[in-house]
C-alpha cells in the first residue's frame, strides 16, 4: 500500500528515504520517485518500480551546490551554469569524484553523473532532512506520461512504493533540461525547463550527441512519455473521434473534446499543462489524441522533443 503524505509530514518521508523505502515527491519540474542513492538496494528498486531498462540512468538531487563537489568533478563551465540555473530545472552530466559514494546502477555503470538541485522548496526541505543524495527519476512506469499531481503518481506507483509527499501541482510541469560537459563540447542531451538559448548565452554553442550511442540522461529514449491513444502531431485539422490538444486562441473544430495547452500561446503555460492534459485525454472513448503546432524555439523545443518521442511507436 501506498501512503499519501502531506507536506507536513516531511519528517515521516524523509525517515522513509533514510530506510531505504522509495518515496515520490513534487519539484518544480515533475514528481520525482526518491531513493537513496548511495543504497544499491534502493536503486534498484526504482528500476523495479518503474520497469525502467538498467541502461538509462537516472538523475541525483542535491539540496545545496556545493554538495555536489563531494560526489562529481566540477570544472569552471559547471560552475558557472551551477551558479546562474540551481536551484532550478537544469541537470549537468559530470565525471564521478574518486571518492564518489553514489551507486553505479544510478549511472547505468558509466563514469558519469547527472546531477541537479530542485527549486521546489519542499523537496529542498526533505533533501537536507534525509542528508544523502536522491536518485528520482519521474514518478511513473517506464515510458509512460510524467506526472505532475500526487494523484498522477498514486495512479501510475500505487502498491509499488511505500508513500508519495503530496506538494500539489507542480509549477514547470516539464523535466529538466540536461546538458553533458563530459567532453571538450557541451552537449544537450535533453531539452527541458531551461531553454538552450540560455545556456548557449554563457558557453557557446552546444551540441546533440551522436546517434546510436546508450543513454547518457534520462529522457533519451525514441519512446518516451507515451500515452495509450496514439499520436498525431502539427494537427491543423481534426479527425472523427479525435481529441484536441491546442496551441493558440483559434483551433479546428471537429474535435471530441478540446484542451487548451494555452490559448495565449504562452509555451511556458503549454509546458506545465502538458503531461496532465495528456492523461486527460487519453481515454478509451476517443480514437486518437491531435495537438496542433508548437513553435520550435525556447520551451518550445522541450515541448516537442516530449511529444515527438511520446508518439513514436
Given at each position: 500500500m501506498?501512503?499519501?503524505l502531506a507536506a507536513t509530514a516531511l519528517e515521516q518521508a524523509a525517515a522513509l528515504l533514510r530506510a531505504g523505502e522509495l518515496v515520490a515527491f513534487p519539484t518544480e519540474t515533475v514528481y520525482g520517485l526518491g531513493g537513496d542513492a548511495t543504497n544499491d538496494e534502493s536503486v534498484a528498486a526504482i528500476f523495479a518500480a518503474k520497469g525502467r531498462?538498467?541502461?538509462?540512468?537516472?538523475?541525483?538531487?542535491?539540496?545545496?551546490?556545493?554538495?555536489?563537489?563531494?560526489?562529481?568533478?566540477?570544472?569552471?563551465r559547471a560552475a558557472l551554469l551551477m551558479q546562474r540555473f540551481w536551484p532550478g530545472p537544469l541537470s549537468l552530466v559530470l565525471r564521478r569524484a574518486p571518492q564518489c559514494k553514489v551507486s553505479l546502477l544510478a549511472s547505468a555503470g558509466l563514469d558519469t553523473l547527472a546531477l541537479r538541485?530542485?527549486?521546489h522548496p519542499l523537496a529542498i526541505e526533505l533533501l537536507r532532512s534525509v542528508g544523502r543524495p536522491i536518485a528520482a527519476p519521474s514518478a511513473n512506469r517506464s515510458g509512460r506520461i510524467s506526472p505532475t499531481t500526487a494523484d498522477h503518481v498514486l495512479s501510475e506507483l500505487g502498491g509499488r512504493i511505500a508513500a508519495v509527499l503530496d506538494g500539489g501541482p507542480c509549477r514547470v510541469g516539464i523535466e529538466s533540461t540536461v546538458i553533458d560537459l563530459t567532453g571538450k563540447t557541451p552537449l544537450v542531451l535533453r531539452q527541458g525547463g531551461v531553454a538552450a538559448e540560455e545556456v548557449e548565452a554563457l558557453l557557446g554553442p552546444l551540441a546533440a550527441p551522436a546517434g546510436g550511442e546508450?543513454?547518457?540522461?534520462?529522457?533519451?529514449?525514441a519512446s518516451h512519455y507515451a500515452?495509450?491513444?496514439?499520436?498525431?502531431?502539427d494537427a491543423t485539422s481534426v479527425e472523427a473521434g479525435e481529441a484536441l490538444l491546442a496551441f493558440g486562441p483559434d483551433s479546428p473544430?471537429?474535435?471530441k473534446e478540446t484542451l487548451y495547452l494555452s490559448k495565449s500561446r504562452d509555451v511556458r503555460e503549454a509546458a506545465a499543462n502538458l503531461f496532465t492534459m495528456l492523461r486527460a485525454v487519453d481515454r478509451a472513448d476517443?480514437?486518437?489524441?491531435?495537438?496542433?503546432?508548437i513553435p520550435e524555439q525556447g520551451l518550445g523545443r522541450a515541448i516537442n522533443d516530449r511529444l515527438r518521442r511520446a508518439a513514436t511507436r
Open positions: 501506498t501512503i499519501r531498462p538498467r541502461f538509462n540512468p537516472l538523475i541525483v538531487h542535491l539540496s545545496r551546490a556545493d554538495e555536489a563537489e563531494k560526489i562529481a568533478q566540477i570544472d569552471s538541485v530542485p527549486s546508450a543513454p547518457r540522461a534520462p529522457g533519451m529514449l500515452p495509450n491513444l496514439p499520436l498525431r502531431l473544430s471537429g474535435a476517443f480514437t486518437a489524441i491531435a495537438v496542433m503546432p
